[in-house]
């Protein structure tokens, strides 16, 4: 048998396998099966203050005032655990009336928490010190923890926070006439996955 011959049968040997192989490899079964519905949702944080305004006021203020310890309900409505801290805004009519005036807050009171501020008693939580222009008065609303913020876990969940402030009676004569307004502002964030 020549060398043409061989090479010949090699080839149509080589041609006989690999259409076997092309037939053999269009012979697949298969099936599938889906996995649904995968359903993703996100939580939520939400902070709520009950009353939303004027909780410590008075009016032809004197020195001795005091507003009375006036509480103040936080609540989470959101469904994630949060914690938050409070700042605090004042202003002036240019007598500086903010810097006499003394706020202190603290939790309910410990020795008859179901009436929450008539002993004025719970853990202080700031002051007694003078208002703040602009500051922390608990925690501080820069993200992560930075201490001092409260924690409520997710709703419902809620604390109440009494608040009071005074006129001392050693008032400088110089506010007689003046006026200051107050906002405090209550600012959360989630504790889940929250690097300090």
Known sequence: MSN??????????????????????????????DVDPNLFTTGSVSLSTDPMSALVTFTSGAPGQDTGAQALTVSNDGTMELRYAVTMTADTEG???????????????????????????GTTLYGPAPFLLTGNLIGDPTPGIQGGERTL????ASEDLCFRVVLPSDASNDVQAASTTAVFTFESEQTANNPP
């Open 153 to 156: 876990a997710a709703s419902p």
């Open 4 to 33: 043409l011959t061989r090479i010949l049968l090699v080839l149509m040997t080589v041609g006989v396998v690999a259409s076997g192989v092309g037939v053999a490899s269009n012979a697949i079964w298969t099936d599938s099966d």
């Open 95 to 121: 007598k500086d009336l903010y810097a006499e005036l003394d706020l202190t807050i603290k939790t309910v009171d410990v020795t008859t928490p179901e009436t929450p501020c008539s002993e004025f008693d």
